[in-house]
C-alpha cells in the first residue's frame, strides 16, 4: 500500500510540493529496451505548462524534465526510471498573507485536519502542480503501450463543456483541438468560450469544465475483474486529479435514462471480426475492454482560488474573509486535459502488463 | 496486487460464481476483540436478497451466510474471516441455450476476448451475484467503523432516478427508504416508478438507475492523497459494481457548471467547531473527508437481460439473435443500493485503519 | 498490503484455524486453460498428511481438498480458485486444560500480547495446520509453473539433518525421498534417524531439522530487483513457514568463510549455453535466477509441544508449569518438507509471471 | 507490487545507478509532525560511506543527502520524502575493459538474462552503492519509531565473522564497535581481522563474513501473521542486501540441533511483566515479537570482484578470463552493518504503524 502510487505493474510515485525545490516521480515496472530520452517526455509537459494563454495560470515554469536513473545509452533498462523537474517560479510570499487562513474549496482545512501540519505554500502538496509528474510518466506509458501493442499509442482528450456551455458533439474535430487555447474539438464553441471566460476573469470568479478522454485502437480484453476492473481503475485515475468530482464511461449517467435494448450494444460480425453497433459502454464491459473506443469523461469543479471574497475561518479558529491573489486558472478544467490523457495512458499501459501477466501474450 | 481484492488495511478477496457451489469471501486485517456473529450480516444480505418485490430477479436463494474462522467465542481474533454462501438456486439449463452466444451489454463476449474460457452458466464470475460477498463484508466494515468512532455507522443509500424519472429531493425523508420496494426516500414517486417498470417489465424491456450513498458523522481527516483519495477509492469502489458506468462526488457533474463563488464551501465557526455552509464538495476535499456528510452517486445501467430480441454474434463468430429468458432484474439499480452502501462502509473501515496507522490516533 | 496474503501476480490468501470448521484458501491470479481438478492437488497433501508414521502426530484428517470456483469444466477460468479443506479430527477438549498457560516456544503468549484474544485450540491460527493451504496452493502452482515453461515443475525437497545429525551429502539419491518416512535422500542416515526420534519420543522432547529444496530445470532471469529478488521472496516463504528460524541460498552461511575466488561460481560456455562451473550461488545472482539449481535450505526449531514439563506464566499474569499433551510430531521438520516445496513452487509461479508482465516472453 | 520498493505502511523506493549522475529514495507513509533534517540522516550515511579505512573500497564519495520534499519548516508533513544523494566519483572508465565480460559472483549474467540490457558501470542498479538510501530510509525509521513508541530507537550492529574467523561472543562490549574499522564487538579479534584482510588485498582475493543486528526494547506484539509475520519480513529484509547469502533469527541454524526442552524460552514473572528466562527465540515467537531483544544475522558472501583472474564468458558467447580492477571492498560484510541496521529499523517502523492500524494503539 502506498499512498502516493499508483498503478500495478506499471506503477509511478509522485513526489514534491508547488514551492518546493522540486517535484518529481519513480516509475517502476517499465519494460526494457524502449527507447526514451527527455525530448519523447518534454511535448506532453509542454502541452501542460502553464502560461501559455491568458485563460490558464501566468506561473512561469519552464517545468524542463530531468531523467536521473533506469536509462542507459537511450533505452530502458527495466530499473526505476525517476524523474525530476525543478520549481524555478515561487512566489512564496503571494501566500503569506492567507498563510493561516484556510480557502474555500480547496485542501487546506482538510490537510490541516488530518496531519496537524500543511504547507500553505500554494498547496503544497496538494497543488495541482503534482500532475505535472503524471503527465510526465504519461509520456513514458504511451511508449510502453507502444513496445506492447506495437503501434503508437492513440489516447486524445478534449474540453466538452465549460461552465455550462458544452460543445456541439456533430462538429468533432480531433484537428481542431490543437489549435485553440482550449483543446476544444469544436471551432465554434471558441469564441463563446474565450468571453466567458474573459468575463469571469473580470469579475475574479471562475468556472467548471468537463473533459473527455478518449484510447482508440486498444485490443479487447483489457481489465482484471472484479476490482482491477479497467473502468474502476480509470474512476480511481481520473478521479485522483485535482478538482474532479465526477467520473463516467462511455454513456455514464445519461445510461440510467436508456431502454435495456438501447444501451446493450449490439455485436455483428465485420471482417472476422466483431463489430459494435454502438458504443454507449464506453469501450468496457464486465470491466473488461471491448475493443472499441474506451470514452472516459470527467467534470471539473472552478477553480477555488478567485479574488471575490469568501467566507472562511483560520487555524486558530477565528472566523476571517478571504480573496485568493496570486496566479491562478480561471479554469482549471483546460490544463486538465493533458491529464486525463496521461492518467488514461498509465492505466492502459498498467493492464497491458497486467494481461501479458496472466495471459502469457498481449491481447489480440 | 489482487484482482479479486478490495481494500488496503480492511481488505477483502471475493471468490465465487453465480453457478457454482458457492461464493464468498476472506475479510483480511479486521481488528480483533469486535462482536460479531451471522446475526450481524444476515439483515444486511437479506436487504440485497433476490425475490423481495415483483421488480427484482426472482431466483429464490436465503443467501445464508457462514463465518468459517476468524471469530472465537463471539468476537474477531484479528485473523481471517472467511464467509460463505451456498447457491441454491442454479437453473443452469436456463442458460444453456444462449451458451455460445454473448448477450449484447454482458461481459460474455469480454471475458471470452480475454481468458478464452468463460463459465456461461449465468454469467460466471461477472454476475452480480458476487455483490452478496460485499454485503457481508460491508457489515463487517459497519462493526469496524463502529469500534473505531465509538459509534454505530450511519451509512444509508437510496434510490434517486428511475430511467428519466428522479425523485424530488425536497420530499427526501431517510424513514420512507425502508418503507418501498425501491429503496425511495421519496414517497411520490413509487407509483410512477411501479407503473414504469410494470411496463417495461411486460415489454420484455429494462431500465436503469441513479443511487445515492452517504455516510453521516464521519470525522475530518479520512483520506490518504494523492492516490489513495477518500473520493478516489470511492470512484473504484462504485465503478467496480455491476453496471455502473459514472460516479460523482458532492455535486458532481453539475459542479462544471457553478461558479468558483457558488462551488466553494464557505467556513463558519460554530461551537468550537468548523462548520460548513454547504456541500458541494460532497465531504471530500483534497481527497480528505471535512466532517460533513459524504455523499456519493452512482449511475446503473439499464439490465442487459431482457425478453426483446437483439443482434449477436457467437464465440464461433456466428452472427445470431438472442433474448434473454431467465429471471432478471428489471431495474438491477434497485438491489445496488446496499451493495453501494457495503462499499462505502467499506472504504471508509478501511480510511480509518490507514488513518490511524499514520496519524496514531483516529481522526477528531 | 494483506498479512495473509502471499504472492504478487500468483497470490494465495489462507484463512482458518486448526479447530474450527475448515481451513482453506483463495487463489489469485491463476492463468485460465490450465486442467486442474482435486486429483491434482490432493496428492501433494497426503505427502504432508498427519498420522502417516510414528515419527508425525496422530491427528486423524483426511485433508480432502474441494475446489469451489475458478473451475469450469476442468479447466480454470482466470478467475479466483476457492480451496477448502475441512477440519475433522478436532479434540479440543485435549487444549482446555492449558488454556490459560501460555506454551514456551508457541505463538500463544505472542499473539495474546498482540490482539488480546486467541484461539487457544490448538494453537488457533497459529498453528502448522494452516501450511495444507499453502501445500495445496503449490499444487496449482506447479501446473502454472508447466503451463508457463512448457515443461513439468521439476520441485523436489528432502530433510538434511534431525537434530544433530546430517546425512551424507555424498549419498544423496532422490530416488530414496519417497522411500521412507522421513524424505530422507540418503538411506544410511533413517536408522540413526528412528532411533534418535524414538529415544526423544519416549523422553517426552523434540527434535529440530533442516529441510533443502530444490528446483531444476528453472530459467535465467527470474527475479525482480532490488525489493522483489527471487532470493528476498523465497527467505520471506520460508520464514513464514511454522516454526522456521533460519533460510540460506546456495552456499548460504558457509559462504562466509570462502574465498572470493572460491565462491563466485566461473563460467564457460557450452553447446551455446552459459555454463557455470559451481553453485555456490544456490541460482541466484543479485536477486536473478541464473539458470542452475535453485537450493534453498531452512532450519525447523524442536516442536514446542512437548510431555517435559516447563515453566511458563498464565495469561493473568500467574507462574505455572505445562506440559502438553495433546497429539505432536516429535520432528515438525518433516512434515515441512512438503510445506517448504510448496513455497518454492509458489515464488517460482510468481515470478515466471512477473517476469512476463515486464518482458513480455517467459524467460529462456 | 512494486519491484523497488519496500515496507507496507512505512514505505520506500530506491532508484539509481552506481554510475549515473545520483542515487535516491521516496519515502511514504511516514507520520507527521517528526522533526526532521538531513542532519538526522548524515551520520549514519557517514557510517556506511566508502573510503574510511583500508579495509573498504576507496572510492571516493561525500553522501551528502538532501531532502526534496515532505518536510516543512523542519517537520515532517505526513506526504513523501523524496532523498536525493548524487554520485560524485564516477570513474566509469575503471569498468570499460570489462563491460562486455560477465564478472563471476555478480549480477552481470544474470540482469543481461533477464532485460536483455545491463548498465555496466559497476554494476549500475545491481551495485551496492544502492544501500546507502536504505540507510537514508533506516534514518528516517529511526525518528519514526522515536515518535511511536516514545524512546529513541536502540537499533544496532556488529560484524561477528570475518573468513572463518569468528568473534568470542563472551567478550561482546557494544561500545568496542564503534572503536575500530570493522564494526567488531570483540576488542581481541581485530588483529588478527586486520592481517586477515590485508593478506587477502595482497593476494587480490576477498572474504566473506557475518552481522549480527539486534534491536532492544521493542514492545511485544510487532508483526502481521501469516505472511506478514515480523521474521519473514526480517528475512526479505536482509536477504535483499546485496551478497547476502543466508539470513537467521536468535538461534536460527543451531536450533535444529536443540532439544524442544532447550530451545523454548521458559517464562516468569517480574515486576508485572512476563520474562522469558533465553532468547532462543530472537525476540519473535510465531512471527509476533516477544519483547525481548530481536536478534538477526546474517551471511554475506566474499566480494565478487577480485583481481585474481577467473573464467568467464561475455555477452556475444565468447569464453573469457577476467580480472576485476577498480576500487572494491576486500570484505564488503563490513559496510553491511550499517545497512542492516538500517533495514531493521525500517521493518520496525513498518510494523509499529501496521500494527496500531489493526489495533489502535501501540503495542503496550
Known amino acids: 500500500m502506498s499512498h502516493n502510487s499508483f498503478g500495478s505493474l506499471f506503477r509511478f510515485t509522485t513526489w514534491g ?13 517499465c519494460p526494457p529496451l524502449i527507447a526514451l530520452s527527455e525530448t519523447d517526455i518534454q511535448p506532453w509537459l509542454d502541452r501542460r505548462k502553464p502560461g501559455q494563454s491568458r485563460f490558464v495560470t501566468q506561473r512561469r515554469e519552464s517545468d524542463a524534465v530531468r531523467i536521473l536513473s ?3 545509452e537511450g533505452k530502458t533498462t527495466g530499473t526505476p526510471i525517476s524523474l525530476m523537474i525543478e520549481n524555478e517560479d515561487q512566489r512564496s510570499k503571494d501566500y503569506s498573507e492567507n498563510r493561516d487562513k484556510f480557502r474555500p474549496g480547496h485542501a ?10 500543511r504547507d500553505h505554500r500554494g498547496g503544497g502538496r496538494s497543488s495541482a502542480r503534482e500532475t505535472a509528474s503524471r503527465v510526465a510518466a504519461g509520456a513514458v506509458a504511451r511508449k510502453v503501450i507502444e513496445q506492447v501493442t506495437g503501434k503508437a499509442a ?8 465549460i461552465g455550462s456551455q458544452a460543445i456541439d458533439r456533430g462538429r468533432w474535430d480531433w484537428a481542431e483541438v490543437d489549435r485553440n487555447p482550449f483543446f476544444s474539438p469544436d471551432a465554434a464553441v471558441i469564441e463563446r468560450w474565450s468571453s466567458q471566460l474573459d468575463g469571469l476573469r473580470k469579475a475574479g470568479s471562475s468556472a467548471g469544465a468537463i473533459v473527455e478522454v478518449v484510447a482508440k485502437g486498444m485490443p479487447a480484453g483489457l481489465g482484471a475483474p472484479i476490482y482491477g476492473k479497467l473502468d474502476a481503475d480509470l474512476a480511481s485515475a481520473m478521479m485522483s486529479i485535482n478538482a474532479v468530482k465526477g467520473v463516467e464511461i462511455g454513456a455514464g449517467f445519461a445510461a440510467a435514462a436508456l431502454a435495456g435494448e438501447t ?9 472476422g471480426r466483431v463489430e459494435f453497433k454502438s458504443n454507449h459502454a464506453g469501450g468496457i464491459l464486465g470491466g473488461i475492454s471491448t475493443g472499441q473506443d474506451i470514452v472516459v469523461r ?12 469568501r467566507e472562511t475561518v483560520t487555524a486558530s479558529g477565528d472566523e476571517a474573509e478571504i480573496a485568493t491573489k496570486g496566479r491562478h486558472d480561471p479554469c482549471v478544467g483546460i490544463r486538465a ?11 492502459l499501459a498498467d493492464h497491458l502488463l497486467r494481461h501479458r501477466a496472466q495471459m502469457g501474450s498481449r491481447p489480440a
Chains 1, 2, 3, 4 share one sequence.
Not at 510540493?17 to 515496472?29: N, Q, T, W
Not at 470527467?298 to 471574497?309: E, G, Q, R, Y
Not at 486535459?337 to 495512458?345: K, Q, R, T, Y
Request: charged share 20%.
Open 108 to 117: 487546506d482545512f482538510t490537510y490541516w485536519a488530518k496531519y496537524g501540519i
Open 70 to 72: 533506469g536509462v542507459f
Open 337 to 347: 486535459v493533458p491529464v486525463g490523457e496521461a492518467m488514461l495512458a498509465i492505466v
Open 263 to 271: 444501451n446493450g450494444d449490439e455485436m455483428r460480425m465485420k471482417d
Open 298 to 309: 470527467f467534470a471539473v469543479k472552478p477553480t477555488s482560488s478567485i479574488l471575490i471574497a
Open 17 to 29: 510540493e508547488s514551492h518546493g525545490p522540486a517535484i518529481g516521480c519513480v516509475i517502476d515496472g
Open 154 to 161: 492513440d489516447i486524445r482528450g478534449a474540453l466538452v463543456q
